[in-house]
């Protein structure tokens, strides 16, 4: 069992060794103790361009296929909540209802799997805007309606305010525009990068 | 005008993989519906009649001229299936609240003393408010068999301006 001391004291021989210098002689630690700053660069870089919209990507494909689920399996109930809305004409009320669930779903697996990501962020933001802008909008005249956005269920939701419902759409929203960025700028260097290659129609 | 070329290129191929996406979305849908055995009808009637047709055919909807009658008669319970607070604000007359966002909470109380063969007339607010609705299917299947509904009731009721009174039934005991 190590002595509280000797755990510090070991910390500190790791601490010193990973900032020695080449010629073995200790970088001036006058500014603070910190890695060179084009090591923090490089990771911070591969944090941005790499970790941060995996993550992102992940967050939004989860709540896409979780919301997707319950309406897939409660269609009855689900067109009663598209029903609630009431912004859809009847006629489009079954068609939304048998195929925006579907939609969820492809869209989660694709952006969790990194497939046609420049159609699916393009088309998470277009969904994600029109939920946010139905939920203000129903909102703005004062219709207190059951979401339906992640259970058909209306009981378990019916104490949730509206306001909670719009504050987690906006995160969404937020998280799927900083994607739509971040997918734009990656086209957008790849067609620097390979002006003349040949892409898959798609 | 090189970087406008660009912008429609991925903007272009942005818009291609969408409608794939949004095609493939649109195939499995129509195929799992037309399998599954509770499929919905690709365009369906969501008027108010429609919506208030039992599996049996008769329709819960109440016209406005025999609802009238029988408040006056007073032969009908009348129950607002909006909030509380709306219900202070103003309802038929002598009607009771019970409030399809607390149904269970308030039920006891307000059905106390209704028999399960009473005519009842259930109503909320707007051509398309879905709480009436509810309400008059969660009563059915609790066995009042009675259970009528007032489309768009309380608007419809203030524009021909029959019998209105705020705050609580005052022919409450």
């Known amino acids: 069992m190590k002595t509280r001391f000797e755990r510090e004291d070991q910390k500190e021989k790791r601490m010193k060794r990973l900032h020695e210098n080449a010629d073995g002689s200790l970088p001036d630690y006058s500014q603070g103790i910190h890695a060179p700053d084009h090591e923090s660069g490089k990771s911070r870089r591969w944090y941005q361009a790499k970790v941060l919209?995996?993550?992102?990507?992940l967050i939004l494909g989860g709540v896409f296929i979780y919301a997707s689920v319950d309406k897939i399996l409660h269609p009855a109930a689900f067109a009663e909540a598209v029903y609630n809305y009431k912004i859809l004409?009847?006629?489009?009320?079954?068609?939304?209802?048998?195929?925006?669930?579907?939609?969820?779903?492809?869209?989660?697996?694709?952006?969790?799997?990194?497939?046609?990501?420049?159609?699916?962020?393009?088309?998470?933001?277009?969904?994600l805007v029109t939920f946010f802008g139905a939920l203000v909008f129903n909102l703005a005249r004062g219709l207190d309606i059951h979401c339906g956005c992640f259970t058909t269920s209306q009981e378990a939701t019916l104490d949730l305010c509206m306001c909670l419902y719009m504050i987690r759409d906006g995160i969404f929203v937020l998280l799927a525009l900083y994607l739509f960025s971040n997918i734009f700028f990656r086209e957008w260097q790849a067609a620097d990068e390979s002006p003349h290659k040949q892409r898959s129609p798609l | 005008m090189a970087e406008t070329e660009r912008v429609k290129r991925i903007g272009l191929r942005m818009v291609r993989q969408a409608g794939a996406i949004v095609l493939l979305a649109v195939i499995?849908?129509?195929?799992?519906?037309?399998?599954?055995?509770?499929?919905?009808?690709?365009?369906?009637?969501?008027s108010p009649e429609a919506r208030l047709t039992l599996e049996s055919g008769e329709s819960m909807v109440i016209p406005i001229e025999e609802a009238r009658?029988?408040?006056?008669?007073?032969?009908?319970?009348?129950l607002d299936a909006r909030s509380s607070e709306l219900y202070e604000h103003g309802h038929i007359l002598c009607a009771r609240n019970l409030p399809w966002n607390a149904v269970d909470e308030h039920f006891d109380t307000v059905m106390a003393d209704i028999h399960q063969d009473a005519l009842l007339i259930v109503y909320c607010d707007g051509e398309s408010c879905p709480e009436s609705k509810d309400l008059a299917l969660d009563l059915f299947y609790r066995g009042y068999e009675n259970v009528r509904v007032l489309v768009n009731g309380w608007s419809l009721w203030v524009e021909q301006h029959l019998p209105v009174e705020k705050g609580p039934c005052q022919g409450e005991s």
């Open chain 2, 28 to 46: 499995i849908g129509v195929m799992v519906n037309q399998i599954r055995s509770d499929r919905l009808p690709l365009v369906a009637d969501w």
């Open chain 1, 53 to 57: 919209p995996f993550v992102v990507r």
């Open chain 2, 69 to 78: 009658e029988l408040c006056s008669s007073q032969s009908a319970t009348f």
């Open chain 1, 89 to 127: 004409p009847d006629a489009l009320i079954n068609l939304t209802t048998i195929i925006l669930p579907w939609l969820e779903l492809l869209l989660g697996v694709f952006l969790i799997l990194g497939l046609w990501l420049p159609g699916a962020v393009l088309l998470s933001n277009l969904l």
